[in-house]
Every structure is written in C-alpha cells, then in structure tokens.
C-alpha cells in the first residue's frame, strides 16, 4: 500500500486478501482534475457476490468477531484509527487523485474517518441492554445484538468519509460488511480493507467489491443473507433500494439527495454569514447532499447580500487539486458536468438571471479536466425547477423573503429536508424557526452538518435512519427480549 504506482491494478478485497474478478472484467479510473487514468480496477461478478456474501455471512456466525471481548473489539477499532492517521497523506492524495478534491479538503475528510473510528472505537462496550420491571414471576432483560451482513452501499462524494461512517459502527455492534464503493471512486474503500486487515480484525469481516450498481449493487441487495442495506446516494435508488429490501424485510438505512436552505436574517453578522455560505454552496464543487443550494434572504439586506456573495464567488480559487491554495476542484465526471450544464440551461429558459458562473474553462492547466465555474441565480420563484431539484454542483440560487412565516414556508417547499441554516442573532427566532423547519439537521450561525457525536440524517424524501452518534449503533443491531423465570 505504502508504495502504489501512480497506475495500478487494484484487487477485489474478500476474506482478507486482494483478488480479481471471477470473470475478469475490470474499469479504469481516472483523475478528474486532469483526466488522467490512474489505476485499473477489478470489477466484482454475481458468482463473486455469492461467493463473498456467503464468506462473511460464515464469518459472521462462526467467527471471532461478533462473540469477541468488547474490549478487544474497541482496540482492533481504535488500530484502525491508528493506521489511518500514520498514513492520513497517502490516504488523502489517493482520495483527492480519485474524487477530484482539493487536497486539503481531502487530508480534513480523512482526519474526521479517524475521528469516526476511535469514536466506534469507545462506544463499543458502551451500549447496553435494560433490565425491565415487569412480571413478578421473573425478569425481564434487552440485549443488543449484531444483525450478521450489512451491505453498504457509498457513493462518489465522500468515499473514505462515508464509508468510515457505515463500517465503524457495524463493525463496533459485531457486524460483518460487504461494501460496494462507487464504480467511479473504489480506491479509498479498497485502502480502507487492507487497513483492517493491518490492523488485525479478522478476514472477511469487510470485505469489498467493486462494481457496477446495476450489476455488483443489484446482486448485493437482493442476497439473502444481506439482513441489512446501508445507502448513501441518488433518492431515486435509495427508493428502489427500500422495494427490493421489503422482498427480503431487510433492514434499511437511507441517506439521499437534499435541497436544503440557507436562512439569512438581517441582523445576521453579514461578513461570517457569507464566507460560511459560500462554503456551504461550493464545498467539493457543489456535490454534497448537504448543500445549502436554496438561499432565502430577508428583503432588507437581499440586494447587499448578493452583491457580497457573487463578488466572493467571483473571487473562488478554482485550481488543480494538489495545490494548497485552491478552494474549488472539479467535478466528478463530465457526465457529472454535463448535467449541471443542463440545470443551468433550464434556469436560464425558465427566466432565473446568472449572475455569475457555469463556465468550462478551455485553455491552460484546468482544460482537461471537469471543472465549472460556480454560479449564481436570483430573480428565481420557488417552484422552478432550479429551487426544487437537486442539482449536485456549484448552483445556488437566492431568494428574498420578507418575514419569518414566509421564510420557514419556502424553507419547508421542498420533498427533501437533510440540512439547512438558520442566520440571526436573535436566538429566539433562531429557535423558532429550527422547531418550524422540516430538516434533520440545523446549523444556527454556522454551516456545519457534521459531528461524530450527533446523527447525521434526513426527513422526508432525504432519507431514513441516522448515521452517526450512538444511535448509529442501534441502526447496526436488533433488539432481544430475554424473560427468566425465577424457578
Ligand atoms: P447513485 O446511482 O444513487 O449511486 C450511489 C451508489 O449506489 C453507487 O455505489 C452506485 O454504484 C450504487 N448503485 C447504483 N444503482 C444501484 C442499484 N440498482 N443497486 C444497488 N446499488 C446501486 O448516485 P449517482 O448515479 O452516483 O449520482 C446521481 C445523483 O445522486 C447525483 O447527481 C446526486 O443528486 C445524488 N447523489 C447523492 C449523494 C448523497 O450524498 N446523498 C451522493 C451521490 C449522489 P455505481 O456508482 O457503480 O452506479
Ligand atoms: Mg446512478
């Protein structure tokens, strides 16, 4: 791992060792801040799902894993926090190479999955059963108990980070994984497995294949010994995903797309306010479920505001990846790309003014690969298509409001309810707003969605369940009733 060529040829990880295809088939990744091919991937095959599923589904009930000391659970974790950090710079030149993130965005993903598994890493002797007052005749106890394979399922945006999110606690409740990365960003899932198996927690206790969704994905999902599917990506799988899931009633978590607003009240601190926002709107290229896209902005400071926010995203660093300075890599794709272009597109004919953005550089060091200038709209309504859909790249559209009603009513006009932002210095309105708004997570005076210790989730068509937190570990577990009889 320590001495990767710039192109080589990863392997399937199943029961502990790097393989390839049953069937031989393989994709080429590439870089998408230049379009460079940067390593050959094996691609899983339905006999390689079955063969593995089966594998970690033996390991799960056979195994050392689940009947493991708590204790010594917790350190084979907190090894792999470990190992992360010692080689938190290849991980992240790895990561920012093959999701196209500036580096030191990158290096900050890559602390938080080591912040993720030491938190795993404590919580595991953590989470108890009750002891229940009830029948006279005996006791009543809950245990919580592993569910046996979880299929997790992560998309492009946040490779490590997600995957991090969905292992670490499956793994702490006792869990054997079958992980299926995005087909565009396997690298990091793959690095993630031969961390575990460096760090000595057992062979085909996570396993990872690499493939297509229609294909690898499809298989996963529908096994049988899958009794849980963990989701991160498009609402529009995530709803295929719960009707195959209901074939086999297996457990299901769901993180899908999200529209969220950004609320912004004139007595806001403007400044602070806008530097956070323009974060919130633009962070890896606009492709976060997270993204404050829907900016609503009281009347009084709207046209200051606008002024503020397009001179500063004028002014964003778009560069290559591997600098520094650079505060905007590309997009994923150029299909990615392509169908922001479309959004804009459509904003543009349903009569939304850009007032910056949604330019393809062509010449000099940016030409090859899939960058787009961030973009701007205002003079848009609530029911345009730009305000309702999740558009998943540097977008935002901005709206004025004159009171607070009017503001939680478009804050709430959306099938989605992720995130969102709440900007005042009153903090009584900013508590009546956060109660008011249809959202799983509110940052007041802030743009922060992420923190191990909170869940991490959405309302509504944004998804089910939480991430994150201790109640992640309740997602990865059943609960058992025990009575015992006193004679
Ligand atoms: P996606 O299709 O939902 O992909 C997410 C994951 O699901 C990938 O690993 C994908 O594999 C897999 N998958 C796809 N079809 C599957 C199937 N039939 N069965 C099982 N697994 C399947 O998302 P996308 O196509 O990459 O992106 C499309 C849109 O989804 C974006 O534009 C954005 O709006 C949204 N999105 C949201 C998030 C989020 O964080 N909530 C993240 C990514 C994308 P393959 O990659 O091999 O297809
Ligand atoms: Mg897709």
């Not at 799960?60 to 000391?69: A, C, E, L, P, R």
Request: include cysteine; aromatic fraction near 6%.
């Amino acid at each position: 791992m320590s001495n990767r060529n710039d192109i080589a040829f990863e392997g399937l990880s199943i029961d502990g060792v790097r393989v390839k295809g049953s069937a031989g088939d393989v994709t080429e990744i590439f870089d998408p801040s230049n379009g460079k091919k940067i390593a050959t991937v094996a691609q899983a095959s339905v006999t390689d799902v079955e063969h593995t599923v089966e594998i970690a589904h033996q390991r799960f009930i056979k195994g050392t894993w689940k009947s493991m000391n708590s204790r010594t659970r917790g350190q084979l974790l907190q090894k792999v926090a470990d190992l992360i950090r010692d080689k938190l710079d290849y991980l992240a030149k790895l990561e920012s190479q093959n999701a196209g993130k500036p580096i030191n965005a990158a290096k900050g993903e890559i602390a938080a999955a080591a912040n993720c598994f030491e938190y795993y890493a404590g919580a595991v002797n953590k989470i108890y059963g009750q002891t229940i007052p009830g029948a006279a005749d005996g006791s009543l106890l809950t245990f919580r108990e592993p569910l046996g394979v979880c299929a997790l399922i992560t998309p492009w945006n946040f490779p490590f980070l997600i995957t991090s999110w969905k292992v670490a606690p499956a793994l702490a409740m006792g869990n054997c994984v079958v992980i299926k990365p995005a087909g565009v960003t396997p690298l990091s899932a793959l690095a993630l497995a031969d961390l575990t198996v460096e760090a000595g927690i057992p062979s085909g206790v996570v396993n990872v294949l690499a493939g297509p969704g229609s294909l690898t994905g499809e298989a996963l999902i529908a096994h049988p010994l899958i009794r849980k599917i963990s989701f991160t990506g498009s609402t529009e799988i995530g709803k295929h995903i719960m009707k195959v899931a209901a074939d086999g009633i297996k457990r299901v978590s769901l993180e899908l797309g999200g529209k969220s607003a950004n609320i912004v009240f004139a007595d806001t601190e403007l400044e602070i306010c806008i530097e956070s926002s323009l974060f919130s709107a633009f962070d890896n290229a606009g492709q976060d479920c997270c993204s404050r896209s829907r900016f609503l902005v009281e009347e009084k400071i709207f046209d200051l505001f606008v002024t503020q926010f397009v001179d500063r995203t004028k002014a964003m660093k778009i560069g290559p990846t591997n600098l520094e300075e650079t505060e905007m890599g590309p997009l994923i794709t150029s299909q990615q790309r392509k169908s922001v272009c479309n959004y804009l597109d459509v904003g543009d004919k349903e009569g939304a003014e850009r007032l910056c953005g949604g330019d393809i550089p062509e010449d000099g060091v940016l030409a090859n690969g899939n960058y787009l200038t961030p973009a701007v709209y205002v003079k848009v309504n609530a029911d345009m298509r730009i305000m309702q859909e999740e558009i998943f790249g540097p977008v935002v559209c901005i709206m004025p409001f004159k009171t607070e009603e009017e503001a939680v009513t478009l804050a709430n006009n959306s099938v989605y309810g992720l995130s969102g932002s709440i900007w005042t210095r009153d903090v009584s309105r900013a508590l009546r707003v956060a109660r008011a708004f249809e959202t799983g997570m509110i940052s007041i005076n802030s743009s922060s969605s992420v923190h191990i210790e909170a869940p991490f989730g959405g309302m509504k068509q944004s998804g089910m369940g939480r991430e994150q937190g201790m109640v992640a570990l309740e997602h990865y577990s059943e609960l058992k009733s025990v009575f015992i009889a006193n004679e």
